[in-house]
């Protein structure tokens, strides 16, 4: 048996690089006469920008630290050990890029022993040990402080977490273990399974004390000064820690039970993470420490060595680093300023645009349409979003009534647009409508104003044909609804110039979106491929597959709604429209639908009916069911998946020998911030190529071995 010091040696090196954490110890007199007390510091000697991880290295420094306090422990010399974090951060768990390394599963192992081994020596010190959760804490960071004695957490703490299960990991150095045993499984399993698939919700500092997590909360300001005076309380027995009996019977089980159904409702099966997580909880109800750390490094082990993890490092890395420096995007000097903006159009998505403008640039925003009554709907809706976030605390009355006065709304478009600097239309979709307002704001704006256009599926370069100066109109394709998905396909036309898409990046940065630059091509990413996606379901529906045969073949992708539930978000007349476009720039392979036809004549907002009585499942609407012509050509679940994403496949391999976008990494970015789609399946390629999918269909996978997959 290998000593944790060799582990860990052996660990660190297959990982150089890694970002080396600190654990520094300090000894003082607490106050009260307590006695003299040994404080270790996790630094990583960066500012809170880079924080605090723990790679191999990282722990084999803490293990030294608690070698040394052990000693002083074991002699008397010390009254307990506190743990904490440099400024905002106390720690942010394992360091994922070392996890990529690793390539054997006995490496992985290594890591899940090294952790344990090391965290578990602070439970096992003759003195109490605190932990004092002054910042940022999450995964490793959590479960350092789950190993102490006692907790304490500083009111000002903005994102506390177990993110594994989001990654596609389970918290693996004691958190499903120790976090049940503490809290009860109930809120374990809402900290663990349902905020980690609920885009990984992050716990504040009081909620954090209120679960149980933590005995007391101090202020930020003083937090560290408080946690050593009640800490001295402690130590001298004037402050007895009392903790809940937590339930062992048939609430334990319940509890689990409620994880597996949120598991199932969120991924249906598809990603392991969450079932092994949950395996772990169950198990952990006896009370056995030991046995649950040994379930977690197993099952540590083998989740880093599965493709759904590496799927999820990648998902995650597209976000947090290829989101924020855009691929193909202009050098961002050549951006001109924007201090007013323009919006043509009154209606629903035009008063969301101008809403996200006005919070995130604080400029002059002016709305127009074609009658007044229309403007003052448009403006009212600001006024009352904005009312919405003073009634909730999000802003105060002097900011409110300040984001009020510069929003306004006129008919005339040269009072509105002659000083604006960037005008974006959200108008009907249909190319001459939009020729025609583009034609009239060319009219009355500024020459260097950028001509920015919301089309969901239309051609950027035709609709500027017409214009004096076409090389300023640029496509700015948003996602509904706009507040919550992070997406914005910028589009390039044949004309556009590098400072007026430098102006677009600059102002998808400001409104904080995840901007993509797409090439000028039908419907660009998102729906093109979800156009391809939802039309091969709707083919199969035409030849005879039943309904709920279709929509449950695509159940293990895990996506955020089912096909036809998603169609009708999208609203069934948008999706035909998107179709019949796609339909007719690739007629072999984007077929228009007689029965969705059939559906949005008939006036139906979607396939489906919800009631009460069926706990408002959906259910197939009788007289949608009454319009359906099908054919006789029944397949399986398996067949259907298979048929859908080989038509995905194929859509995204023409896609990108057409140079839609940079490279395949761009359209999982844009499918996951876009469209939802599931980090676990790192958008849609890794998947592709995980089920041999890609190579199928179009000879070669879409990424290099080792790119969201185990390297070889």
Request: glycine share 10%; proline share 5%.
């Amino acid at each position: 048996m290998s000593t944790t010091a060799e582990l860990l040696k052996g660990a660190a090196e297959l990982f150089p690089d890694e970002v080396v954490t600190q654990a520094h110890v300090r000894h003082f007199d607490l106050p009260l006469g307590a006695g003299r007390f040994a404080l270790i510091t996790l630094d990583n000697g960066h500012d809170h920008t880079k924080p605090t991880t723990f790679g191999p290295q990282s722990l084999a420094n803490l293990n030294a630290a608690i070698d040394q306090v052990e000693r002083e422990a074991a002699e008397g010399t010390i009254v307990g050990v506190g743990v904490t974090g440099k400024p905002f951060i106390f720690a942010v768990g394992a360091d994922l890029k070392g996890v990529e390394l690793l390539k054997r599963h006995e490496d992985a192992l290594a890591i899940g022993k090294g952790g344990h081994e090391v965290f578990k020596r602070l439970a096992g010190l003759a003195v109490p040990t605190f932990a004092y959760y002054n910042g940022a804490a999450m995964g490793g960071g959590v479960e350092v402080g789950l190993h102490c004695t006692y907790r304490t957490v500083s009111a000002a703490l903005p994102a506390f977490s177990l993110p594994e299960v989001f990654l596609g990991l389970v918290p693996g150095w004691g958190g499903c273990t120790l976090l049940p045993n503490l809290i009860g499984a109930e809120k374990a399993v809402t900290v663990i399974i349902e905020n980690s698939l609920n885009q990984n919700r992050q716990l504040k500092g009081h909620q954090v004390y209120e679960l149980g997590i933590a005995d007391a909360l101090f202020e930020g300001a003083d937090f560290l000064e408080q946690s050593l005076i009640w800490t001295a309380a402690v130590l001298k027995g004037e402050i007895v820690v009392e903790r809940p009996a937590v339930d062992r019977g048939e609430g334990w089980d319940q509890a689990v039970a409620k994880g597996r159904s949120v598991a199932d409702s969120k991924v249906h099966g598809a990603a392991p993470a969450a079932y092994r997580a949950l395996d772990i909880i169950a198990a952990a109800k006896d009370g056995d420490l030991q046995k649950g750390y040994d379930a977690e490094d197993q099952a540590l082990a083998d989740l880093i060595m599965g493709g759904e993890l590496r799927a999820g490092i990648y998902a995650f890395n597209l976000v947090q680093k290829r989101g924020k420096r855009p691929a193909g995007a202009p050098d961002k000097n050549l951006a001109r300023p924007v201090t007013k903006v323009g919006v043509v159009g009154a209606g629903l998505m035009a008063s969301q645009l101008a809403l996200l403008f006005l919070r995130r640039l604080e400029v002059p925003v002016v709305l127009t349409d074609i009658d007044q009554e229309r403007i003052d709907k448009g403006v009212g809706y600001v006024h009352a979003e904005i009312d919405k976030l003073l009634g909730k605390g999000r802003v105060n009355q002097d900011k409110a009534n300040r984001l009020k006065a510069l929003v306004t709304g006129v008919l005339d478009k040269a009072e509105g647009f002659a000083d604006a600097d960037f005008v974006i239309e959200a108008v009907f979709e249909e190319m001459s409508v939009k020729q025609k307002v583009f034609a009239e704001v060319e009219a009355v704006a500024p020459a260097h104003a950028v001509l920015a256009t919301n089309t969901s599926s239309l051609s950027v370069s035709e609709m500027a044909s017409k214009l004096q100066h076409p090389e300023r109109v640029v496509g700015f394709h948003f996602f509904n609804p706009v507040a919550v998905l992070p997406l914005l396909e910028i589009v390039r036309g044949e004309q556009t110039d590098d400072a007026s898409l430098a102006t677009a990046f600059a102002v998808a940065k400001k409104l904080k979106k995840t901007a993509v630059l797409v090439k000028d091509a039908p419907a660009f990413v998102v729906n093109r491929i979800l156009t391809r996606f939802m039309g091969e379901v709707q083919n199969v529906i035409d030849e005879g597959t039943p309904v709920e045969v279709a929509e449950k073949a695509v159940e293990p992708l895990g996506l955020p709604m089912s096909p036809l539930v998603l169609l009708e978000l999208v609203g069934p007349a948008i999706g035909l429209h998107v179709s019949e476009t796609l339909n007719r720039a690739f007629p072999d392979r984007f077929t228009v639908s007689p029965n969705l036809k059939a559906v949005v004549e008939a006036g139906k907002r979607g396939f489906y009916v919800y009631s009460a009585e069926n706990g408002f499942k959906p259910e197939l609407d009788p007289e949608v069911s009454a319009l359906l012509e099908q054919g006789d050509v029944v397949l399986t679940e398996e067949q259907v998946r298979a048929r859908v994403l080989e038509a995905v496949a194929q859509e995204i391999g023409l896609m990108l020998d057409e140079g839609v976008v940079a490279e395949a990494q761009d359209i999982d970015l844009c499918l996951i911030t876009g469209a939802g789609w599931p980090f676990h399946l790192g958008g849609i390629t890794p998947y592709l190529d995980r089920e041999g999918v890609s190579e199928r269909v179009t000879g070669k996978r879409f990424l290099a071995p080792g790119v969201a997959s185990v390297p070889a």
